[in-house]
């Protein structure tokens, strides 16, 4: 079984940076690419960022290009997301995703860690 563990969420001030984590446990897995989604309080998932696996070309909503940065580590099948210049608007679950085939970098996933909390100040 495949398990996804986020790390690095907390409480910033407006301004600040974060550096989330994603490690990937359990069987042998190669991932196609994996990505970050955020929830924020009543409203619906969206799309953060993906990379894919092998190539490490990465992708991003166009609403965090140039703050958020997404990069991968093979050998630990581990995945990062850096926010920088941090705003209240982040303010968010943040999910990590991973899958194993060919498919959407924005919606199609088979395998979701818990979240990890992200709040901003103001």
């Known amino acids: 079984q495949v398990q996804l563990v986020e790390s690095g969420g907390g409480l910033v001030q407006a301004g600040g940076s974060l550096r989330l984590s994603c490690a990937v446990s359990?069987?042998?897995?190669?991932?196609?690419?994996m990505g970050w989604f955020r929830q924020a309080p009543g409203k619906e998932r969206e799309f953060v960022a993906a990379v894919h696996w092998s190539t490490g070309r990465t992708y991003y909503v166009d609403s965090v290009k140039g703050r958020f940065t997404i990069s991968r580590e093979n050998a630990n099948n581990t995945v990062h997301l850096r926010i920088n210049s941090l705003k209240p608007a982040d303010t968010a679950v943040y999910y990590c995703a991973a899958n194993a085939r060919a498919a959407s970098l924005t919606n199609e996933y088979d395998y979701w860690g818990q979240g990890t909390q992200v709040t901003v100040s103001s």
């Open positions: 359990g069987r042998t897995f190669s991932p196609y690419a």
